[in-house]
């Protein structure tokens, strides 16, 4: 079987090709640049650079959702600290009800000191923080020292310690 030079060229002709293709593969790449010069052209070093750019910006996304998430959980402690200790409502006197004729009890108190800040002057009995000058169910706060509080009340004046 013998092949003329036609058949020849065209068997030969693909390979001829590609092997001209790799040589220059670097003049082509750069010629079809300068044919389309719409086509951004990019390197790894600044596909890198806006990788890292990308991944930073998702830190700092997580980073500011657990900021806010403290936020949110410090304005839930500040609203039950406003709810359950500044603003209790404590009821002094009971009143019966029906077609009986009401009686009235005075409670008696009693007071837990159970923390004291002297550096502010401010202490927390029976659940609420108060200060010299402020009136606790029937007492008034008078003196804050920095082991144990002084509270005026019907009976006279009385010193409240952290450990009795």
């Known amino acids: 079987m013998y092949l003329n030079n036609k058949q020849f060229a065209s068997l030969t002709l693909p390979f001829v090709v590609s092997i001209a293709v790799y040589i220059y593969s670097a003049e082509i790449v750069s010629y079809a640049n300068y044919l389309f010069p719409a086509q951004e052209k990019y390197s790894?070093?600044?596909l890198n650079a806006k990788i890292d750019t990308y991944l930073q910006?998702?830190?700092?996304?997580?980073?500011?959702?657990e900021i806010q998430q403290k936020i949110d959980l410090r304005r839930e402690d500040a609203r039950w600290v406003a709810q359950?200790?500044?603003y209790q409502k404590q009821?002094?006197?009971?009143v019966?009800?029906?077609k009986e004729p009401?009686?009235?009890e005075i409670k008696q108190f009693s007071y837990k000191l159970q923390a004291i800040?002297?550096?502010t002057k401010t202490a927390i009995i029976n659940n609420l923080i108060v200060k010299e000058g402020s009136l606790i169910?029937?007492?008034a706060v008078t003196k804050i020292e920095k082991n144990r509080v002084q509270i005026k009340t019907k009976k006279g004046l009385k010193w409240l310690t952290i450990f009795h």
């Open 117 to 119: 800040f002297f550096d």
């Open 137 to 139: 169910e029937d007492a």
């Open 44 to 46: 790894n070093v600044e």
């Open 102 to 104: 009401q009686k009235i």
């Open 96 to 98: 019966g009800s029906g």
């Open 84 to 86: 359950n200790l500044f």
């Open 91 to 94: 009821q002094n006197v009971e």
């Open 57 to 65: 910006i998702e830190r700092e996304i997580e980073k500011y959702k």
